[in-house]
């Protein structure tokens, strides 16, 4: 049972447009989302992260929206820059202690995002 | 540099046997998180520790198993290793502010 989808496993978006993208979540106890970039051969290195308290937040050209009521959230990129191509992980976090399980991060598979030339 | 390390970098290994994967957190903190990247799949965590307690565990099987040292590093241990184990292991720490900090994984290959 996915708790974190990241539906589209691959994007391509073309040099200075924006890329968005999606995250679904089915969990209502993930109090804190985050989104992360992975490099080939590297560790997911932290993008941006929103509390499900707001539904915006806002980090040089990097936006996340969350809507609450969907379970939906959302990375925009604007302008999409070479150097953003990477896969990006969703992923969500469940209050500490709560229902008894992991304080760890439920992860997104991924969208592997393309910036064109 | 994460200012989190794990090693070693790449293992290869064969059915069966048994292997230790390291990490040591960021200086500072107290919070040690196992998870495991398999081909097209999302990285899917495996246990915590906070401070040499175990405190969650996730999807981890009885096969595998950790610690935390008193010098907060962290070792998995998995044992009777499958094909299937193969994967990337990633640890992670976290800070007061709840802020991840991932190493840079230890690529498993079990031939």
């Known amino acids: 049972d996915q708790q974190v989808k990241q539906n589209s496993p691959s994007l391509s978006v073309q040099e200075g447009r924006i890329s968005i993208l999606n995250c679904d979540y089915t969990?209502?106890?993930?109090?804190?989302f985050l989104w992360y970039k992975k490099y080939p051969a590297e560790g997911p290195t932290f993008l941006i992260s929103?509390?499900?308290?707001?539904d915006k937040n806002e980090d040089g050209r990097f936006t996340v929206f969350l809507n609450k009521s969907a379970k939906h959230l959302s990375l925009h990129i604007v302008p999409s820059q070479p150097g953003d191509s990477a896969v990006y992980f969703c992923a969500a976090r469940s209050p500490f202690y709560s229902g008894g399980g992991a304080d760890g991060l439920t992860f997104g598979k991924g969208t592997h995002l393309i910036i064109q030339p | 540099d994460s200012g989190v390390t794990q090693t070693p970098k790449h293992l290869i290994t064969a059915t069966g046997q048994r292997v230790t994967l390291r990490c040591s957190p960021r200086s500072g903190d107290l919070s040690v998180y196992w998870y495991q990247q398999s081909l097209d799949q999302g990285l899917q965590f495996l246990i915590h520790?906070?401070?040499?307690?175990?405190?969650a565990k996730g999807n981890i099987l009885e096969r595998f198993s950790a610690q935390q040292f008193p010098d907060l590093h962290s070792e998995l241990n998995l044992s009777s290793l499958e094909l299937g184990d193969s994967a990337l292991y990633f640890c992670?720490?976290?800070?007061?502010?709840?802020?991840?900090?991932f190493g840079s994984g230890t690529r498993l290959t079990v031939v």
């Open positions: 992670a720490s976290r800070d007061p502010q709840g802020r991840y900090t």
């Open positions: 969990n209502s106890m993930f109090d804190y």
């Open positions: 929103i509390s499900s308290i707001k």
């Open positions: 520790y906070y401070n040499g307690e175990e405190r």
